[in-house]
């Protein structure tokens, strides 16, 4: 028995199966997850003394690697001040300066531990700010686990029977509506029937949670004007893609000013931090300058706020954007080509320094997986295959075929290299 098949097996006993966070969990390829005992740049080292590339990266925020030097820095700099004031401070204004300062169409920001909390708040100003109910989402994005958006939600549930979570009211349920992706046309007809109720749309910036589901370009555009032309706001989940596919997320790329966004992951440099900002109309609905409550105890707490900061100062100086996103493209393309020698029916979608792996005939027109439905059948049993072969060579993907992985600056040619001689190999 390895070290960590016999801390599973002690960890099954003490938590809900055996770890604190589904997809952690390994149902989705099978077998034991590695615990890992530390990490650095790429790699991890877990409890049986096996190292791994990481391409999986805390599940994103780790985009300078792990213990990038100066998040370290500023975060042994904290401690030394202290780890939680329960009060005002500095840090969290200096964060707020430097992201409504870099970013137009975030005026005002507030902090809370995570991206959850962030999506849940922002969800309640926009139904505090409308006096309506009911948020749209999209078939197969996720945007945290608060009960509103636990409605056909992203990768965990996607390894579950159902696409829904039980313990949600029903009531609940019902105020959120569900429509397709790469669908404008139930997006009208969504908002033709219920248009008057709908207080939002939550439009995961792009969909990385189900897959790595591409839209058409234009198509938040679209959804956009839709929503402002029946009163509806506007909410962009940017907790993967803010700060990853460039400093001010997708809204940056596109050219569009949400009325709300949320952030996450990058933006605690590793720590737990979310922020929820936008309109400074809308954000001062917020408690206590509004009637919108929204509060926490650890909320802006001053380690993580100084690693968020290190994290995106380091960002600003060094932009690592397009050579990240080049070398993503690189990669992909070079995955692609090893399956196509090989006859295997392989896709690797990618955009900036995100990937996905599809593993299977695509049923689409051209070849693009824009829709949970639209990943192929045997994307789950191939997926675990690779991720196997390829852990048993040291590389660490993410353990779901649902989910994306990721390049951070910290990846050599070597570690890149790693990943494609394993990779030819899960197809020989
Ligand atoms: C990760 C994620 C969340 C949830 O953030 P947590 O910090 O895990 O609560 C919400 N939305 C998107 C798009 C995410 O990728």
Redesign the pocket.
Known sequence: MTESENLFERAKKVSPGGVH?PVRGFRGVGGTPRFIRSAKGVELLDVDGNRYVDFCMS??PLIFGHQDPDVREAVEAALGRGWSYGTAEPYSLELAELITGEISWVQKIRFVN??????MAAARVARGATGRSKILKFDG?????ADSFLVRAGSGLAEMASPDSAGVPRELAEATIVVPLDDLKSVEEAFSLHGKEIAAVMI??IP??NGLLLQKDGFNRRVMEIAHKQGALVIY?????GFRVGFGGMAEREGLSPDLV?Y??IIGGGF?V?AYGGRADLMDLVAPAGPVYQAGTLSANPVAMSAGLAMLKKLKRENPYSRLEARTTALADRLEEIAHEKGAPIRVQRFASMFWTVMGEVATADGVVRTPTQTPATQKERYARAFHTLLAEGVYLAPSGYEVSFLSTAHQDGDLERLVKGFAKTLA
């Open positions: 966070s599940w994103g995570s991206g959850t909390e962030a999506t994005t996720y945007h945290g686990h995961e910036a990385a949670n989940d940017e907790v993967i893609t949320c996450g992951k737990p979310g």
